[in-house]
T-cell receptor, first 121, second 112 residues
Framework: NAGVTQTPKFRVLKTGQSMTLLCAQD?????MYWYRQDPGMGLRLIHY???????AKGEVPDGYNVSRLKKQNFLLGLESAAPSQTSVYFC????????????????????FGPGTRLTVL | AQSVTQLGSHVSVSEGALVLLRCNYS??????LFWYVQYPNQGLQLLLK??????LVKGINGFEAEFKKSETSFHLTKPSAHMSDAAEYFC??????????FGKGNQVVVIP
C-alpha cells in the first residue's frame, strides 16, 4: 500500500495563476482532509470530505475549492493564487467514526501524505 | 471553540535528559487525543493516541503520554532524549465532528 500520496511535491506559481493539488489514498478511507501548515501556526484545516461527492469548509477555506469525484481522490484547487497561499499543504485520510453517538470510533487516526510545498510569487 | 494549547514553540533538551512536551485541550467532554511527530521535510507520523481505557499511553520510539481529565491535559514524555528525537511535535484533539484541532507545535532541539 502506498498510503496517502500527493502530487506535485513542489510548485512555484505567479500571483493570479491557478493550479490543482492531487491527493490519493489506497486505504478505502471515507474521510479526507486538506490542511495548510505555516510556521508557528500548526496545521489548519482548509476543506474536508466525509465521502465521495461531498465536501465541507474547514477553518481557512477562502481562496480554495475542492472536489471528491472518486472516493480515493481529493483535489484542492487554487483559482487565482496569492502570496498569502505560500505554504506547505498536507492531505490526510481516515476511517469514519461510529454511527450515532459522538461519532468517534477506534479508527479515527488520520494518515498524512508527504506534503506539497507551494510558493506564490 | 475547541482548541489545543502547546506552550513554548521551541524546546531544547540535552541528549539523555527527560523530554516533556505539554498539551492542554479545551472541552468539558474529553476528545480523543493524539501526538504526531514531523521530521524535516516529511509528513506527520502518529506517535500515540488516547481514545478510552488506560490513561497512560505508550507510543513508538519510547514516548508515552498521560491523559488527565481533571487537568484537561495530555503531556508527552520520554525519559531519555536521543539525537534522532529532534523534530516537530504536534498535539491534536479529535472532537465529535471528526475534525482534528491541532496545537501550534513544539520544535524539539536535542543538544549533544
Amino acid at each position: 500500500n502506498a498510503g496517502v500520496t500527493q502530487t506535485p511535491k513542489f510548485r512555484v506559481l505567479k500571483t493570479g495563476q491557478s493550479m490543482t493539488l492531487l491527493c490519493a489514498q489506497d486505504m478505502n478511507h471515507e474521510y479526507m482532509y486538506w490542511y495548510r501548515q505555516d510556521p508557528g501556526m500548526g496545521l489548519r484545516l482548509i476543506h474536508y470530505s466525509v465521502g465521495e461527492g461531498t465536501t465541507a469548509k474547514g477553518e481557512v477555506p477562502d481562496g480554495y475549492n475542492v472536489s471528491r469525484l472518486k472516493k480515493q481522490n481529493f483535489l484542492l484547487g487554487l483559482e487565482s493564487a496569492a502570496p498569502s497561499q505560500t505554504s506547505v499543504y498536507f492531505c490526510a485520510s481516515s476511517y469514519p467514526g461510529r454511527r450515532g453517538g459522538r461519532g468517534l470510533g477506534p479508527h479515527n487516526e488520520q494518515f498524512f501524505g508527504p506534503g506539497t510545498r507551494l510558493t506564490v510569487l | 471553540a475547541q482548541s489545543v494549547t502547546q506552550l513554548g514553540s521551541h524546546v531544547s533538551v540535552s541528549e539523555g535528559a527527560l523530554v516533556l512536551l505539554r498539551c492542554n485541550y479545551s472541552s468539558s467532554v474529553p476528545p480523543y487525543l493524539f501526538w504526531y511527530v514531523q521530521y524535516p521535510n516529511q509528513g506527520l507520523q502518529l506517535l500515540l493516541k488516547y481514545t478510552t481505557g488506560a490513561t497512560l499511553v505508550k507510543g513508538i520510539n519510547g514516548f508515552e503520554a498521560e491523559f488527565k481529565k481533571s487537568e484537561t491535559s495530555f503531556h508527552l514524555t520520554k525519559p531519555s532524549a536521543h539525537m534522532s528525537d529532534a523534530a516537530e511535535y504536534f498535539c491534536a484533539a479529535l472532537y465529535g465532528n471528526n475534525r482534528l484541532a491541532f496545537g501550534k507545535g513544539n520544535q524539539v532541539v536535542v543538544i549533544p
